[in-house]
């Protein structure tokens, strides 16, 4: 209960301090869209206007708001338009590394390597690993957000939590003009510093990525290039669980401890990953002119129309993708073996070029096109490199040399109010990886039921896929093995069903897996300086012999009364065999908020969310292999339990979103302190975070 009016009473802080700013701010805001006598009804709040009467030299200006976004699909070589970003509903949980329903584990500070605890939101990996836990912080090429804005269009964003010392940042800029309706540039940049509530916590992220465009009218070309780069110092967990479970018992309760003085377990270790990427895509388009004419009386009108048929593209990507992890210090115990001598970084990169050349039948274009209609032909040379050694024990840097070559065709149909699909087929016919492929498809049919859209969805996939290079093999100087896998075998179905008058969107997820590849520890545990038993690190790759079923079912319900809404997202999760694939059973991200308009302009959501799941073995994570693991068989530990409660206020007026939260509000104010969301990792202190995001056109 202290917890609740601790909660309700900074809701109460929190949305005065707002209320009480923005009154000065809308008045100026509602003079200047006044009429000249000063007074326009309801529409502008009866403020008197305090405008001079108008030039009649000055031509006033008229600044369109209009633009659309698109990503480059690299096999068919099409561009797929997407929504851009606008989401007010939430914003404030955009920048949480657990993600908007705080489905994510990560080590607790903000850009940290995370794992979501949902078994269907965890992509497969491609052969480059290393990358998957910042997935959310870095995207391909080919997802980049190509833009056609009438005016220029800049966004910028900022984010901070906490002070100076120990507090977050984040700070993204995107811009994007056109030269005409053919020509477009723009450019993204996105900068985070989290400098750790607890000590060798830090992380950072750098990203650049410039883009330009031609669309002709029958040759298009699109281009972009990015550069990433991430820095994690690792600080191997805590030294002792106690310092957050029972921290009165700790230096015989004569000390308090703050969160950067307890002591972790690694020092001067860091993460460091790279990577350096181009897409360039281009096509030709295949159309006719077709004319017609009609009459009215004596006057003849002949109409013209372009009929596109379909497009002949290539796409060509080119990319470096480099991982160094630099140790200048070694707990003893911490690692089981190390296998190189004398090294104080490990490096690892993955170079590939890869060329995609498509023919593509377009939807309508004919009455019998039904549907869009590509095939394509893909080839892929990849370059990995480790460190190996010599029979004398030296070191050098191992390179080994890859090439695939595919064939595909897809199916979609995406125009019509009723009825979306979407089918794909990919498979590998010569090289290393020869025998994979992938088959998927999902639809999706759509219904207005009372004026608002509902709608039913399935898919399902299979796939049979080699194990990614650096899961079959890992040369470092903590972690060494080469294993010739066999292939995983998957199968996937799913559907849902989401009705908007109801707020109501049930989902369910079924996969078998054969042959399933996991990272897990064969090391044993030690004792530390301090007394205390922790896990020793030996990671190695695996595989299960036999077949694995996961199921999942989710419903998102959301209720509403007036201006009081209850937003639930809960998963309920059984996996076939929770020693390989661990699972929480019930995963709850539950939303109350008031959602209303003050002073007719500034739109509010003030409340608070909870998050919680069940107890489980959850995956460890090594920073020698910057990834994560079963956890050690003779030492493991459970997470969850624990729930974390954070208040906020949410605002969005013209363009502008904004918002201020108390994070993890219910710290140490409950009997329960047991916030581990990974083992030996807490969850972040209380902290006020705020953000955010302004949108400008000119």
């Given amino acids: 209960m202290s917890a609740l009016r601790t909660s309700a009473k900074l809701i109460s802080v929190l949305a005065l301090t707002v209320l009480l700013s923005l009154p000065g701010q809308l008045w100026a805001q509602s003079t200047l869209s006044q009429n000249q006598d000063g007074f326009n009804g309801e529409t502008m709040d009866g403020f008197m206007n305090m405008d001079p009467d108008k030039d009649s030299t000055?031509?006033?200006?008229?600044?369109?708001?209009?633009?659309?976004?698109?990503?480059?699909?690299?096999?068919?070589?099409?561009?797929?338009?997407?929504?851009?970003?606008?989401?007010?509903?939430?914003?404030?949980?955009?920048?949480?590394?657990?993600?908007?329903?705080?489905?994510?584990?990560?080590?607790?500070?903000?850009?940290?390597?995370?794992?979501?605890?949902?078994?269907f939101e965890r992509e497969q990996p491609e052969d480059f690993i290393f990358d998957a836990p910042y997935d959310f912080w870095i995207k391909d090429a080919s997802d980049f957000r190509f833009t056609d804005a009438k005016s220029p269009h800049t966004s910028i964003d900022y984010y901070k939590g906490g002070n100076k010392r120990t507090g977050e940042e984040r700070i993204k800029g995107y811009f994007a003009a056109n030269f005409n309706k053919k020509v477009g540039i723009g450019f993204n940049l996105d900068y985070q510093l989290g400098r750790g509530r607890y000590s060798n916590q830090a992380t950072s992220m750098f990203d650049a990525r410039l883009y330009t465009y031609y669309r002709g009218e029958r040759y298009n070309l699109y281009a972009t290039v990015n550069k990433d780069e991430i820095k994690v110092t690792e600080n191997g967990g805590i030294q002792d669980n106690r310092y957050i479970i029972n921290p009165e018992a700790m230096a015989e309760g004569k000390k308090q401890y703050e969160a950067e003085d307890i002591p972790f377990r690694l020092y001067d270790n860091w993460n460091n990953i790279k990577r350096s990427q181009a897409m360039l895509n281009h096509s030709f388009t295949i159309k006719t002119t077709k004319f017609s004419t009609d009459s009215i009386g004596d006057t003849v009108y002949t109409f013209?129309?372009?009929?596109?048929?379909?497009?002949?593209?290539?796409?060509?990507?080119?990319?470096?993708?480099?991982?160094?992890?630099?140790y200048f210090q070694e707990t003893d115990g911490y690692y089981a073996h190390k296998f190189l001598k004398g090294n104080s970084t490990d490096d690892m990169s993955n170079f590939y070029v890869t060329n995609t050349l498509s023919l593509s039948l377009l939807e309508g274009s004919t009455k019998w096109a039904l549907a869009g209609l590509s095939g394509f032909a893909r080839y892929e040379y990849l370059n990995f490199s480790m460190p190996d050694t010599l029979s004398d024990g030296s070191n050098y840097i191992h390179d080994y040399r890859e090439g695939n070559f595919s064939i595909g065709a897809q199916i979609q149909k995406d125009q019509g109010e009723n009825l979306t699909f979407h089918a794909e087929i990919e498979s590998i016919i010569i090289g290393e990886s020869i025998g994979d492929f992938t088959l998927s498809g999902d639809m999706k049919l759509k219904y207005p039921i009372r004026g608002k859209e509902a709608s039913i969805g399935a898919y399902a996939l299979m796939s049979t896929k080699e194990s990614p290079f650096f899961y079959a093999n890992h040369h470092s100087s903590f972690a060494w093995w080469d294993e010739d896998f066999d292939k995983e075998f998957r199968t996937r179905i799913g559907g849902y069903i989401d009705i908007e008058n109801t707020g109501t969107r049930f989902q369910l997820d079924v996969e078998n897996v054969s042959g399933y590849i996991y990272l897990k520890n064969n090391a044993g545990a030690y004792i530390n300086k301090d007394s205390v038993a922790q896990s020793s690190y030996s990671i190695t790759a695996a595989q299960h012999s036999g077949s694995i079923q996961i199921l999942s079912a989710t419903l998102q319900q959301n209720f509403k009364l007036g201006p009081l809404h209850w937003d639930n997202h809960i998963t309920y999760q059984l996996s076939g065999n929770k020693d390989i694939i661990p699972l929480p059973e019930l995963n709850i991200f539950t939303d109350m908020y008031f959602k209303f308009v003050y002073y007719k302009r500034l739109h509010m959501e003030v409340g608070a969310n909870a998050l919680f799941f069940t107890k489980y073995n959850a995956p460890d994570y090594c920073p020698a292999v910057g990834m994560y693991h079963l956890q050690n068989e003779s030492f493991t530990r459970e997470v969850g339990g624990y729930p974390l409660l954070t208040a906020y206020v949410n605002c969005y007026i013209r363009g502008a979103r904004f918002y201020i939260m108390y994070y993890h509000a219910n710290d140490k104010q409950m009997s329960n302190r047991d916030s581990f969301i990974v083992p030996g990792y807490p969850a972040n202190p209380s902290m006020i975070k705020w953000g955010f995001s302004w949108t400008l056109f000119d």
């Fill in 304 to 326: 013209q129309r372009d009929i596109e048929y379909g497009k002949i593209a290539h796409t060509f990507e080119i990319g470096k993708l480099e991982r160094r992890y630099i």
């Fill in 58 to 119: 000055v031509v006033e200006r008229t600044v369109s708001k209009d633009y659309f976004q698109w990503v480059i699909n690299t096999r068919t070589g099409l561009p797929e338009i997407i929504q851009p970003d606008t989401i007010h509903h939430s914003f404030q949980n955009v920048h949480l590394t657990e993600g908007m329903f705080g489905t994510y584990s990560h080590l607790g500070n903000m850009g940290s390597p995370r794992l979501s605890r949902l078994y």
